[in-house]
């Protein structure tokens, strides 16, 4: 049985100041599961993802991955958890100095888990896996369109093979047609790898296209975790607001809760 979380929030607090953004926020998100965490602009999503990733600490709360706090083990310990999780940041977050082919190779080459010869192969690997052409690889982040961006940027999150994608606006800033080309690869990938996913998005249709479940961030907790048929079945304003709404109507803001 393959029963043990790959992510579990427990009561997860969260300051900045005198700002309380989560109130004893618990999440589980179970192997191969597509979550989506959606509430109003300053709930505290992007934070949320964050806590997961290691890059900032809750002030109360636990937060397990692959079954293990976050922050437990030998340093070793923690490097071998770290390397089974992929994350696509905002933007992509590429390094402007570094090509294409460096810049997905970064992973490996800090880690040095392979030699030269090694990463020219994985990159070359990884560059198909996202439908970029071979030729690619020598581009520098500025020559790219913003779609090349994500996809390198996805490229890169791949590269260690993790088990675990964690994708923060994946198509915020692509115009329809690449975005909808852009969550058609994600969703292929994630089948094809059994990937699980937690993402951020405002955007409806990505939400839809990918998402197994939608987690709600309102008043500071996660008020509901469920497929996309529950949660439009919920009575909550956030719901309304943001799927009930004609396309061009959505604000996007209502309901955060921590304001
Ligand atoms: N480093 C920080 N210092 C101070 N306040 C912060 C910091 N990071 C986030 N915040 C505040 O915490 C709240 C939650 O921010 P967060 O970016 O997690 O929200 P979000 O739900 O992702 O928002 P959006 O949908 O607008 O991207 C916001 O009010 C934000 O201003």
């Given at each position: 049985?393959?029963?043990?979380?790959?992510?579990?929030?427990?009561?997860?607090?969260?300051?900045?100041?005198?700002?309380?953004?989560?109130?004893?926020?618990?999440?589980?998100?179970?192997?191969g599961e597509?979550?989506?965490?959606?509430?109003?602009?300053?709930?505290?999503?992007?934070?949320?993802?964050?806590?997961?990733?290691?890059?900032?600490?809750?002030?109360?709360?636990?937060?397990?991955?692959?079954?293990?706090?976050?922050?437990?083990?030998?340093?070793?310990?923690?490097?071998?958890?770290?390397?089974?999780?992929?994350?696509?940041?905002?933007?992509?977050?590429?390094?402007?100095?570094?090509?294409?082919?460096?810049?997905?190779?970064?992973?490996?080459?800090?880690?040095?888990?392979?030699?030269?010869?090694?990463?020219?192969?994985?990159?070359?690997?990884?560059?198909?896996?996202?439908?970029?052409?071979?030729?690619?690889?020598?581009?520098?982040?500025?020559?790219?369109?913003?779609?090349?961006v994500k996809?390198?940027?996805?490229?890169?999150?791949?590269?260690?093979?993790?088990?675990?994608?964690?994708?923060d606006e994946?198509?915020?800033?692509?115009?329809?047609?690449?975005?909808?080309?852009?969550?058609?690869?994600?969703?292929?990938?994630?089948?094809?790898?059994?990937?699980?996913?937690?993402?951020?998005?405002?955007?409806?249709?990505?939400?839809?296209?990918?998402?197994?479940?939608?987690?709600?961030?309102?008043?500071?907790?996660?008020?509901?975790?469920?497929?996309?048929?529950?949660?439009?079945?919920?009575?909550?304003?956030?719901?309304?607001?943001?799927?009930?709404?004609?396309?061009?109507?959505?604000?996007?803001?209502?309901?955060?809760?921590?304001?």
């Amino acid at each position: 049985m393959n029963a043990k979380p790959v992510i579990e929030l427990r009561g997860i607090v969260t300051r900045f100041g005198t700002k309380l953004v989560h109130e004893g926020v618990d999440l589980t998100v179970m192997r191969g599961e597509v979550v989506a965490l959606v509430g109003g602009s300053g709930s505290g999503k992007t934070t949320l993802l964050r806590h997961i990733i290691g890059l900032t600490r809750p002030a109360a709360g636990e937060v397990s991955v692959f079954g293990a706090p976050l922050f437990s083990g030998s340093v070793k310990e923690q490097r071998t958890r770290r390397r089974r999780f992929g994350v696509l940041f905002q933007h992509g977050a590429l390094f402007s100095a570094l090509n294409v082919a460096e810049n997905v190779g970064f992973p490996l080459r800090e880690l040095r888990l392979a030699t030269h010869a090694e990463i020219a192969n994985l990159v070359a690997l990884k560059l198909a896996m996202v439908e970029l052409e071979p030729s690619t690889a020598l581009l520098m982040p500025a020559e790219l369109s913003g779609g090349m961006v994500k996809r390198v940027a996805l490229a890169r999150a791949l590269a260690l093979e993790p088990e675990l994608l964690l994708l923060d606006e994946p198509t915020a800033g692509l115009d329809p047609d690449r975005s909808l080309a852009f969550v058609e690869l994600v969703r292929s990938l994630q089948r094809q790898l059994g990937l699980t996913v937690v993402l951020v998005s405002h955007d409806v249709d990505t939400l839809v296209a990918l998402a197994t479940k939608i987690a709600i961030l309102s008043d500071r907790r996660i008020v509901s975790c469920a497929s996309l048929e529950e949660t439009m079945e919920l009575d909550h304003p956030f719901v309304e607001s943001f799927f009930r709404k004609p396309l061009g109507l959505r604000p996007l803001a209502r309901s955060g809760g921590a304001h």
